[in-house]
């Protein structure tokens, strides 16, 4: 990947400067190969006992590895017609119901091993904890788990085949008003020797808010944005998002860079993936830059998404030297223009990870009327 540098308008004395970005995590964040098209991570954890274990996987050694080939796969079958043009609702369930409200969608599970799997459905409790979604222990409860089930619950999947299974979600009628978090999950064990069992498992974010009228607004404000640079001294911009409306956020976006020194631009970087804004929360985006890019000054415009909501804001920053640090520049907003996505990839990927640890891949919930979606597993 070559990013070019150069000013809007060419002329006698104009220069470029390209510089080629790392691949890494730290430097351009890009999103896996084929995340749209295939957004599955598998879990594997390895322990004699589940149950009684402390942390999000039960204390056991846990590695989030994108599943390719030879693992289990899952994904939703169906998507709400009302939210077509909704990113985040092709990636996860979001839905509103009234208390006594009952939906169904349904699943497929994969078995991509070259052996029959036993594969368990099942719901299980999660929350959002510092910006991320985490999915809890084993078959961890809470309320919306509860109140969802998955049929069959379990079934034999010979090797290369699928299954499909309908998630069931029944509000009861004094349900407390509230938006609740859990994911529905496909597992699969299997003996590890010496008493250890490895268990794999992916699993669809659920994200439902209960409550009379319609849903809740979804809103955030981008309320600062600050330069500064990483230990190995790659500058970064950090904008600081606060979650104003009444449901969860998940947050992607770009930033863009114009009227630099001597009338350089550059971008749009993708923000670093994986933040999300619990409701009334604030946290930090992060984009992170190419050791080339001048300390500026830098007219800095960037520009995040969750679903259907967009917020745009700008500030002029300029890039601390190594060890030094810059406060926080006050954003304004500015108005949302589109843009044609990058040739190859979506305009807006998000991430489909569970707090990093568990994995959890979406494609979407919510309304009566729905369509199918043709999403290929490859």
Known sequence: MRLRIKPPIRG??????????????????????????????????????????????????????????????????????????????????????????????????????????????????????????????????????????????????????????????TVPADAPPGEQYAAVWAEASSAAGAGVTQISRVGIRMYVSVGPGGAPAADFTIDSLTAGRTADQRPTVTASVHNTGGRALDMTGTLQLLGGPGGLSAGPFPASLGTTLAIKDTRPVTVVLDKQIPDGPWDATIKLRSGLRERS?????????????????AAAAVPVRAEPPPS???????????????????????????????RRLI
């Open 344 to 374: 190859g990839r979506p305009g807006w990927v998000y991430p489909a990870a569970i707090g990093g640890t568990a994995t959890v891949v979406a494609v979407a919930a919510g309304a009566s009327k729905l369509v199918l979606l043709r």
């Open 12 to 169: 006698p004395g104009s220069r470029s400067l390209t510089v080629r970005a790392p691949s890494g995590p730290a430097g351009f964040v890009r999103p896996p190969p084929r995340l749209w098209r295939r957004p599955i991570l598998r879990v594997l954890a390895a322990g004699a006992v589940l149950a009684g274990s402390a942390g999000p996987f039960g204390g056991l050694a846990a590695q989030a590895a994108r599943v390719t080939e030879g693992g289990v796969g899952l994904r939703l079958l169906e998507a709400p017609v009302s939210s077509r043009d909704d990113p985040r609702a092709q990636l996860y369930i979001v839905d509103h119901l009234k208390p006594g409200g009952v939906i169904r969608r349904r699943i497929e599970v994969s078995n991509g091993t070259p052996s029959s799997q036993r594969i368990g459905l099942y719901a299980g409790a999660a929350s959002i904890v510092d910006g991320s979604f985490l999915g809890a222990a084993g078959h961890t409860a809470n309320d919306l788990s509860s109140w969802t089930s998955v049929r069959p619950a379990a079934r034999a999947i010979p090797a290369g085949g699928r299954l499909t299974a309908t998630v069931t979600i």
């Open 313 to 329: 804001a700008q500030a002029s920053l300029t890039f601390p030297r190594a060890g030094q640090s810059a406060a926080p520049t």
